[in-house]
């Protein structure tokens, strides 16, 4: 199994910067895909971006373009980092890695507020 530890968040301005981190323990070697996931109160937790090992990323359009995604294999970390934030991006958002013959991973969770 995959464990998964969170640090970051906070409360920003809007237009500010924040950062991200998640660092994986366990059978790190059965991750393939890493990632970040958000929700919002009262929403479902939605897809913020994703990047496999081979270093092919996606993003949710609402953030194409302000966040991005990257990752030290060699430290079994992902890294999100967030420009230009908006009101509308507070959520807590979560870690995720998916892992071969196991359920998918997931941190505690993160909150990030956006002041307007």
């Known amino acids: 199994q995959v464990q998964l530890v969170e640090f970051g968040g906070g409360l920003v301005q809007s237009g500010g910067s924040l950062g991200l981190s998640c660092a994986a323990s366990?059978?790190?070697?059965?991750?393939?895909?890493m990632g970040w996931y958000r929700q919002a109160p009262g929403k479902q937790r939605d897809l913020v971006a994703t990047?496999?090992?081979?270093?092919?990323?996606n993003y949710a359009d609402s953030v194409k373009g302000r966040f991005t995604i990257s990752r030290d294999n060699a430290k079994n970390t992902v890294y999100l980092q967030m420009n230009s934030l908006k009101p509308e991006d507070t959520a807590v958002y979560y870690c995720?890695?998916?892992?071969?013959?196991?359920?998918?991973?997931w941190g505690q969770g993160t909150l990030v507020t956006v002041s307007s």
């Open positions: 995720n890695a998916r892992v071969e013959f196991y359920p998918d991973a």
């Open positions: 366990g059978s790190v070697f059965r991750i393939y895909t």
């Open positions: 990047m496999t090992n081979g270093g092919i990323t």
